[in-house]
């Protein structure tokens, strides 16, 4: 899927991925077509070009994430809070769930309701 929706960029220096890449704050509008222009052409004359996938990363990609989640993200104590919720919404459900269910297979209007 990852590889359907990549997109080939150009390898340039100093060359924005985003056209025009020269333009700052304090742009002047009226060279804002020659800026644009000079991007097409460096983007026209590019010779290497490397796959960019911009909606789903490569699996390499996010093997290497790992580390950075791990140190910067806390990624095993969030896991793990969030099994917690996950857990703790299950045994709610049982616990709500079964008291109804023995109350509406015991009571006979309940039973007629649902029986043909």
Known sequence: MAEVFSEKVPILDGYN???????????????????????????????EFEKVYKILPTPLAVVKSYPSLISKDALVPNTLQSVWINVQGY??????????????????????????
């Open 17 to 47: 991925q985003s056209l025009p890449s020269s333009i700052g704050e304090d742009v002047d509008l009226a060279k804002l077509d020659s800026i644009a222009r000079e991007d097409s052409i460096i983007y026209a004359n590019a010779r």
């Open 91 to 116: 045994v709610w459900a049982i616990l709500i769930s079964i008291p109804i269910d023995f109350v509406i297979g015991l009571t006979p209007q309940f039973r007629g309701l649902f029986s043909r």
